[in-house]
Structure formats: C-alpha cells, structure tokens
C-alpha cells in the first residue's frame, strides 16, 4: 500500500520549472522521503531523497515541509527527456524496510 | 562501470513454457530485488536475495515462482508452466545496503 499521494499527471512547458507535489502525512520519524522516475519501457531511476531537510543534487531539489507531511520535487528547467512517470516513496533507513511501495505516481508530460 | 544487466530484454513464452530471467547486480552489491509491473500499474515488490540467501519472498505468488541469487553468477527468476496472467515487466534493483537501488532496464515477459 503506498503510503502516499501524488497528482494523476500534470503539464509541463519546456524550460520552465516543474513542480511536484507529494502528500505523506502518515510519514514517520525515522522514514525518508524517496522520488524516482520511469521514462517510458525503462527501469526506475533515484533522483533524490531526503530525511527532514531540503536536498539538491544535480537532477533536482526537493522540498519538505517543517511537520514532513508533504514535500515538493522540483525539476528546475524541464526539458523533453524529463517526461516520465514520478514516483514520491516514503521508506525507512533500517534493514527492515527495504521494500520500495510504488503508487501510481505523477505522470509529467514536458511541452514543446 | 555497467550498472544492473538484465537478459532477455524481451522474452516470448508460449503457455505451459518455462521462463528464466536474470539479473547481474552492479560490481560490489550483493543485495538483489525484483519487482513486477503489470500493463499500467506500479511496479510491487516480489523477493529480496543475498548471496545464496532468499530474505523475503512475500511478493512471490505461492506457485510457480522461483528465486535464486548463487554464490556465483546472476540472480534468476524463474517462472515455471507461464501463463498469460504472467505477461508483465519484471525489473531488478540492487544495492549495497537497504536502501540507494540501481534498477535494470527490466525483462519484458508475453506469455502467448
């Protein structure tokens, strides 16, 4: 069961900056904030992650809020190759918690 | 520094065929993962391996699938009597520790 909530799909314009939103309210102490994405017939590919803190890294930056019931992925200038279905997983850090619960996620389309 | 080799690519199986997928994890993992992704749907965790060592095979349907991760070689999952039910995407991560996957570009199965 996914433990979180994204957007159905959203539009992109290309070279502008997309904003993903993600609801985990249910989001525990020691539980971190995952995002990966699938472009189309491939595998999933991490793009960032983080525990309570705002992270950046070269693909994208992510936002999480002060009670960490919700963050926010940022690509900040889409391009075409950024169309993919987004996945927000929240998951613990501990050996036990190694199964990744991918929802339906937000499938992003970047325009032209 | 390839990343986690997958093989076949695509597979065809007839029903009441065998399917062998295999998984070479990147150079230094020794925790394997596969999942499967349904037409349209998530991908859902179905085993973890170690070396010689199945950790969680929760996700696995009762019967038919097998999992092995041997001491030398690729981790292979293996689909016994396929069935069309069985037509899906089935990916592989590894990792060095439990969380940090690095997916392959997966093996589509159809099963005709």
């Known amino acids: 069961d996914a433990k979180t909530t994204q957007p159905t799909s959203m539009d992109c314009a290309e070279g502008r900056a997309a904003n993903l939103p993600c609801n985990h309210s249910?989001?525990?102490?020691?539980?971190?904030v995952y995002w990966y994405r699938q472009i189309h017939s491939q595998g999933p590919q991490y793009i960032i992650h983080?525990?309570?803190n705002n992270e950046t890294n070269e693909m994208a930056s992510l936002i999480i809020t002060e009670d960490r019931k919700s963050s926010t992925l940022i690509l900040p200038h889409a391009t075409l190759r950024d169309t993919a279905v987004y996945y927000c997983?929240?998951?613990?850090?501990?050996?036990?918690?190694?199964?990744?619960?991918f929802g339906a996620g937000t499938t992003v389309t970047v325009r032209a | 520094n390839a990343g986690v080799m997958q093989n076949p690519r695509h597979l065809v199986r007839r029903r009441g065929q065998e399917a062998r997928l295999r998984c070479s994890p990147m150079?230094?993992?020794?925790?394997v993962y596969w999942y499967r992704q349904l037409p349209e749907e998530g991908l859902k965790f179905m085993v973890y391996?170690?070396?010689?060592?199945?950790?969680?095979e929760s996700g696995m349907p009762k019967e038919r699938f097998s999992a092995e991760f041997p001491k030398e070689g690729p981790s292979i999952l293996r689909i016994q009597q396929v069935v069309r039910g069985d037509s899906a995407a089935y990916f592989c991560?590894?990792?060095?520790?439990?969380?940090?996957?690095?997916f392959g570009s997966g093996t589509r199965l159809t099963v005709v």
């Open positions: 150079k230094g993992h020794s925790h």
């Open positions: 991560a590894s990792s060095s520790n439990n969380y940090g996957y690095t």
């Open positions: 997983i929240v998951s613990g850090a501990d050996n036990n918690d190694y199964k990744l619960s």
């Open positions: 983080g525990l309570k």
């Open positions: 391996l170690q070396k010689e060592n199945i950790i969680d």
């Open positions: 249910t989001i525990s102490g020691n539980e971190y």
